[in-house]
Each structure stands twice: as structure tokens, then as C-alpha cells.
């Protein structure tokens, strides 16, 4: 059994020791640079669990909030955990936010990181804008510039555009929560956390819902199973706001069947947003899951063709 073999057989408790299972270290600063990623669209987990894991459980598994960084510049989501999972150096230039839950959204992470600009819906740029002065106060730190997002507008950010998509998903009675749809040359890759199956107007936005006979297939997945597999995950009282591993499973059977979701062969679509209570270990689901469902761990770096 090589190194390789060996970590993964340990699952993410590797991460407790300070190591990925890429090898990559997943606790404290990585070492590498921030990669520059002209070749297609490079992402990296910086977390990849739910609200309900507060550092390393009773099993050795650790997961941190749901986060991610593309190209090393762009966030999608940022909480105090996600820190030590930014590349040494790192100084993201813009977050866009999904929602404004505890577990994707803290206002002093990035203040203390210095993000100067942050993306998120219209709906709640307001309480964001108080949230960010009192930390602006308190920490003698300068806020970042926000940015209101309406659904179906498309940010440039480079050589990268994001475009705000519908959520099915809740925080209160007024906020509208976002997935995002992420392009970059030929690559269309949809992140959608946190959310309760891909919303119709959603799939209608981007192009891969059947009823529109003008097809734009995307070609890159990630998709949040929060609520596990089974009957367990499929019964869950999440089931409005969340996704089990058959809802991404389903989801991602119909599209291929369509030609609606055309990734490069062999890859996988990435599930994150895991819950501590509702998902097995990392070694588990690897063991498990039907493919092309993967499970994302922290740490784990792609780089998305087309
Ligand atoms: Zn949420």
C-alpha cells in the first residue's frame, strides 16, 4: 500500500493529523502558492461540511464549513473556519455570498482576512451593511465594498463570470438565498449549496432544463447532500431546504440522459455540505457512493476542463 492508498484508508481523520488525503496539509497554512490556473478553472475546498461540525468529532472526522476559492482569488462563502485553508499568501479579492446562515457567512473572518469586496444578494445588503460597520468598528479594520446581486445578474471578475441563481433554501421570510453558476472559457460549472434540489428557475437560467429546447449544458457540478442516503436522508426533516445524495444522484442521472450535464470523461460531480449527524465517515462514503458522486473533503483541489 503506497502513501497514497494508506491516507485514504484513514479517511479524513488524516486531516487531525494534518494531512490530506491528496497529501495536502489540512490544518494550518498550505504551503503551496495560490495556483494561477490559466488551463482551465482551478478550485479548492476550504470546507466542506455543514452547520453542525464544530472541529474534529468523537470518529476523528473533521469537516469545515462549506467554502470554496477559485483560481486562488475568487470565495464563494467565508467563516473563521475556512482560514487556515487559504494557500499561503492568498488574498482573495471578492466573496460572493449564497445566504446569510452562521456556517457560510461571518462578517469578521472576512474583515480580519481583508477581502475588500463581497457580492451578495439585494434582499439582505442591508442587515450586511450593519453587520460589517459594527465589525468595521469594532476591529478598527476597514469594511469591504458590497455589492447587491439581483437573480440572473452576471458579475465579470476577469476571466471568470458568476451568475446569481435561485436557491431553494431559507433563512426567513424575506431573504432569497443563491447558487451559483461559475464560467470560465468553455468550463460551466454549477456550485449549488445550500439547496433543496436545483430550483426551475434555476435550470431555466442556465440552460439545462428539457422544457427549453435551447440547450446549454454545463460541464462541472457540485452539488450539497447535506441529508446522507437513503431513506434516512430522503425522510429528513431538511428536505425543504436540502438535498440527500439521491436528490444529486437522480438530478445528475436526468441531465446526463438529456445531455444537459457533459463533463470531461471521468469526472466526477463533487457532493459537499455534509452534516456531521446525517453523513458516515469520509472512508465510508468513498466505499459507498454511486458514481459519479465523489465526496469532497477540506483541502481537495480540482481543476475543471472542457
Ligand atoms: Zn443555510
Known sequence: MDRRDFLRTLGVAAAVAGTGLNGAPLSGKSKKPAPAAEDGLHLRFLGTGAADWHGPDARGEHRRFSSVLLDGRILIDFT????????????????????????????KALVDVGVPLAYLNVSWIARARNNFSEVSLQTGLPAPKLVPLNIADKTVCGDITITALPANHAVNLTEQTMIYLIEKGPVRLLYATDTGGIPALAARLIGIDSHDSHAQPINGLIMEATMGMGDKGDEDF??????????????????????????????????????????????????????PLVAAYDGLEITFKA
Open 80 to 107: 473563521a473556519s475556512n482560514i487556515d485553508m487559504l494557500p499561503q499568501g492568498c488574498k482573495p479579492e471578492c466573496v460572493f455570498y449564497t445566504h446569510s446562515h452562521g456556517d457560510h457567512y461571518n462578517p
Open 238 to 291: 431538511r428536505l425543504f431546504t436540502h438535498s440527500s445524495v439521491d436528490t444529486v444522484r437522480h438530478t445528475v442521472n436526468m441531465l446526463l440522459k438529456h445531455k444537459r450535464y457533459l463533463p470531461q470523461e471521468g469526472q466526477p460531480v463533487y457532493l459537499t455540505h455534509f452534516a456531521r449527524t446525517l453523513q458516515p465517515t469520509q472512508k465510508e462514503l468513498e466505499a459507498t457512493l454511486p458514481a
